[in-house]
């Protein structure tokens, strides 16, 4: 396995280039190797990460950033890119400092697995996934099923002229199942997903009662009936939770969106915008979150910081530019999907606190409505205050029941009157988190976790 | 036009140090990229170039169930680094299997001198200059437009030179380049006390227009600004008109995913000659569009592209075949081996990718229905829809819906209010004789225009759900 440390020198090197001409300037190399299984009922898929690592430096160019990046790690290369921002940093980057704090963060992380996927083998995964898509199968009605094993080691290797140096070596796992049923034209499916930071200890949840489960499911969709429209009460699942937070304190918290004027949240902040029973929280620092790292792209340590406190928005995610702009510290926000792609502030692992309820008490509470089940996606509105979740599948709720399956589906309405109209939350023994990824925008995915408990609240519903 | 000679020889380079038994293909790229990102109207950040060089190899080997193959894609173009990147191929076929009963690779195909377009001269000359052109271009009304101004926004272009070779002699290059752009207009003008407004602009294209986006800008502020004083639409069925640019959000996934060989192969493609649309569609899949994001004078495998027919006359006349899957079925592929389209993003860096079967360019064929006005005339009662939030349809069963960003209610066959917030969706493709999109279209437009991955007039579609207040 390469490490990106062997390359110090070449990197050293390339800022040696830069640092008498900027007053700031840093390199950020990456490197991921990974490998993954796919199997259906006609063929049988592995594939590796490809071979691919490099590295993108960025310096404070007077009066703008600029950058150059390349995938070859060696001198020549290196020197080419260094010598690329060379040219664009203009004859006063000298005297004026770059926005914000340069990190000074020195550290080595690594996770240590105590059984790591890279020594499972390719054949001991091949294994897993036909058993699960075994499992799947042999639900009367399911006719393929999609199954996908992976794992991926993800290695960052900063450096900047403040002295900050740190590395880490992020390791993530996870599976896919997603049977398919057929009848009479219609197709549908549905899925269980998990991912987790970790080694092969954590692929236990793939268990054949949880893919028989996902199976029947799909195989009920068949004949689900389609889903009610209008304004209703809404009371949705833990991811579908987890990407409510996402969408409606996530994004419209990324600080860049202040800076733009471009977030509706930034005027009400220190307001009450929700119940009591409800507190919003970005963790990138999470143990156990798809989003999680140890430092991030601006060498600053991932954190904990609370966006909603028991109500109250009171915090916002920071990069370097934005925590100096608004005069607070920076959250460990600055990301970049890899080596190629420019930094943004951007989420990490977003997720509700649970709260005291019952999921039975929260149907009941509904009264009329539905549950929205398995999140496929979801779009935000920063400007204008709205928001889209979809889901796969969902349940009516007649007079405090759970009644009719109901098949895909669209929630939108106005951020601040969903929050205002939670109704109450399920206990911490319901609390999931996700695996997902986030876009800014429609572009640079990078992996976010999303998380919390059974949610009750009010939106607008259609099909999707 | 004259397209740009290729100069890289990346896949060539690799081929040479490739030492594997036939059959196997690599595939090269080397782009450079340039991005320009806004804060307002200011210059936030300058990138470029980002270089990027690598290849693609895939091998095909034969196994018990059928003709395996196995993929690997790296930036090392040194004897080892071709070395390795083969290595892993051949031991990832070992366990992979599909059921084709053979492989035909392409033997010959065009290079780019053959006049399609799908390289900005321009751009490829002088990047940064074109970009920095085309942001004023783009900035510049805002100067005399009161009332909406950018909030961010960015343009980033990859100018790319492909190669292809592989076992069976194809030696094949051309050059393109591919631009993303996305600006989002904001409005304080209009109504006292209401929000700000936004209509935010994504779009993906083979080249830079500066007169385009110029012309284009007044009417994004307006779309902006009628969101301040949109209302929340109507609960019900409603005749629905969709612009090409929300077909391009809901119908190639969807027919790019159901009329292939892949989705035959599990049984979930339509049949040929069943009727899956309204007798008024004819559909084609053309990845020989001028400017299309899609086009290439070869496919990603080595096949030369060109038009096929999916629906014609609202019956499924061909399915779309790379070269596994026609191997499985013993036809021919139809050129639609494409790298780097995972479900709607469309990857700059295609050879980090294996080709899977999808569509290029859709296009529909133009109908009677007339202007956009005389397609909203023919509602006569109902719905337009200018933007959702996303609408991006489950591609296997064909469900879609997105929350309405901004549209306008049809009144008396005239434009009337903006409407914003709800949801409106269907399903775009459904077995014969239950309703869809396709199945349920009233009326097509006379005039076509390209957005992304369709061509297509905008289409009347009587009825689609539509949730609100």
């Known amino acids: 396995m390469t490490d990106l440390r062997e390359f110090e020198d070449d990197f050293a090197h390339a800022l040696a280039r830069l640092v008498h001409r900027t007053r700031f300037v840093e390199l950020l190399a990456e490197l991921e190797e990974g490998e993954e299984v796919r199997i259906d009922r006609r063929s049988l898929t592995p594939s590796l990460d490809p071979r691919i690592q490099g590295a993108v430096i960025r310096a404070w160019g007077g009066e703008r950033w600029v950058e150059a990046a390349t995938s070859a790690l060696n001198r020549a290369s290196l020197d080419q890119a260094a010598a690329s921002v060379e040219r664009s940093v203009s004859k006063s980057a000298t005297g004026a400092a770059p926005p914000g704090e340069s990190a000074t963060t020195r550290g080595e992380w690594a996770d240590r697995p105590a059984r790591p996927m890279r020594s499972l083998g390719s054949d001991a995964m091949i294994s897993l996934a036909r058993d699960a898509f075994s499992w799947a199968i042999a639900v009367p009605g399911v006719k393929d099923c999609q199954v996908e094993v992976g794992w991926s080691e993800n290695q960052r290797f900063y450096l900047n002229s403040a002295g900050a140096r740190c590395f880490q070596l992020i390791s993530r796992v996870g599976a896919n199942v997603a049977p398919i049923a057929i009848e009479n034209g219609r197709v549908e499916y549905d899925y269980l997903s998990r991912g987790y930071i970790g080694g092969q200890e954590r692929l236990g949840f793939l268990s054949q009662e949880r893919v028989a489960d996902v199976a029947k499911g799909t195989v009920e969709l068949l004949h689900a009936r389609a889903p009610p429209t209008g304004e209703m009460s809404v009371l949705l699942d833990q991811g579908t939770t987890g990407t409510l937070a996402h969408e409606s304190f996530g994004h419209g918290t990324e600080a860049d969106q202040f800076l733009r004027d471009r977030s509706y949240l930034r005027p009400i902040l220190g307001q009450t915008v929700g119940p009591e029973s409800l507190t919003i929280i970005d963790q990138g620092s999470h143990p156990d979150g798809w989003g999680t790292f140890y430092f991030d792209d601006e060498g600053h340590l991932g954190q904990r910081t609370v966006l909603i406190d028991r109500g109250k928005f009171i915090g916002a995610l920071h990069d370097r530019e934005t925590a100096a702009a608004l005069h607070v510290s920076a959250t460990g926000n600055a990301r970049r999907s890899d080596f190629l792609s420019r930094l943004f502030v951007r989420m990490t692992n977003t997720y509700v606190e649970p709260g005291d309820w019952t999921f039975d008490e929260l149907v009941r509470e509904a009264k009329n409505g539905v549950v929205l089940e398995h999140c496929t996606s979801g779009i935000e509105d920063p400007l204008g205050g709205q928001m889209q979740i979809k889901v796969k599948k969902g349940r009516k709720i007649e007079n405090g029941q759970l009644t009719d399956l109901v098949s895909s589906m669209a929630l939108s309405g106005k951020v601040l009157e969903v929050l205002r109209q939670i109704k109450g939350l399920s206990r911490p023994g319901d609390f999931e988190m996700s695996p997902g990824y986030c876009g800014k925008g429609h572009t640079d995915l990078l992996p976010v976790g999303s998380g919390g408990t059974f949610l009750l609240s009010t939106a607008v519903v259609g099909p999707a | ?469």
């Open chain 2, 1 to 469: 036009m004259t397209a740009p000679k290729v100069a890289a020889d990346t896949a060539f380079r690799a081929a040479d140090y490739l030492r594997v038994p036939e059959p196997w293909e690599v595939f090269g790229e080397r782009s450079q990229r340039y991005e320009i990102h806004l804060n307002g109207r200011s210059i936030e950040l300058v990138r470029g170039p980002i270089l990027l060089e690598g290849f693609g190899v895939r091998v095909f080997r034969r196994r018990d169930a059928g003709l395996a193959s196995g993929f690997q894609a790296s930036t090392d173009l040194s004897a080892e680094g071709v070395k390795a990147a083969a290595t892993d191929a051949e031991a990832l076929s070992e366990h992979s299997s599909f059921p084709a009963k053979k492989i035909e690779l392409p033997g010959s195909g065009p290079s780019g001198e053959n006049g399609l377009e799908v390289c900005d001269p321009r751009l490829w000359e002088r990047p940064m200059e074109t970009l920095n052109e085309y942001v004023d271009a783009a900035l510049g009304p805002f100067d005399t437009i009161r009332g909406a101004q950018p909030s961010f926004g960015s343009v980033r272009a990859t100018l790319t030179e492909t190669t292809l070779t592989n076992s069976a002699g194809l030696k094949a290059s051309y050059a393109r380049t591919l631009v993303w752009f996305e600006l989002a207009v904001k409005a304080q003008g209009g109504p006292e006390g209401a929000p700000p407004g936004e209509y935010w602009v994504n779009e993906t294209m083979s080249r830079v227009e500066p007169s385009r986006v110029e012309a284009q800008v007044p009417d994004w502020c307006r779309y902006a600004e009628d969101v301040r004083r949109a209302v929340p639409p109507p609960t019900g069925e409603l005749p629905v008109v969709l612009p090409t640019s929300i077909l391009s959000t809901i119908v190639p996934s969807v027919l790019g995913t159901r009329f292939t060989g892949r989705a035959r192969l599990r049984e979930v493609a339509p049949g040929i000659g069943e009727a899956w649309g309204n007798e008024s569609v004819t559909v084609h899949d053309d990845g020989r569009v001028p400017w299309g994001v899609g086009s290439s004078p070869v496919d990603d495998e080595g096949t030369p592209q060109r038009r096929r027919t999916l629906l014609d006359h609202g019956k499924v006349k061909e399915l779309l075949y790379d070269v596994r899957h026609a191997g499985v079925f013993g036809t021919e592929s139809t050129g639609s081996g494409i790298r780097g389209r995972e479900f709607v993003y469309l990857d700059w860096r295609r050879f980090l990718h294996p080709p899977q079967v999808t569509s290029t360019t859709l296009v529909v064929e133009p109908g009677t229905g007339g202007s956009d006005a005389e397609l909203v005339e023919a509602a006569g009662e109902g719905l337009w829809v200018q933007q959702l939030g996303w609408a991006i349809p489950d591609p296997l069963s064909g469900a879609f819906g997105g929350e309405i960003r901004i549209g306008y209610r049809i009144r008396g066959g005239k434009l009337a209010e903006p409407v914003r917030g709800g949801t409106v969706g269907g399903v775009v493709l459904s077995p014969p004789g239950t309703p869809s999109l396709l199945g349920n279209i009233a009326a097509i437009g006379s005039a076509p225009a390209l957005a992304e991955g369709i061509l297509s007039p905008t289409l009347l579609v009587r009825p689609l759900t539509v949730a609100g207040k």
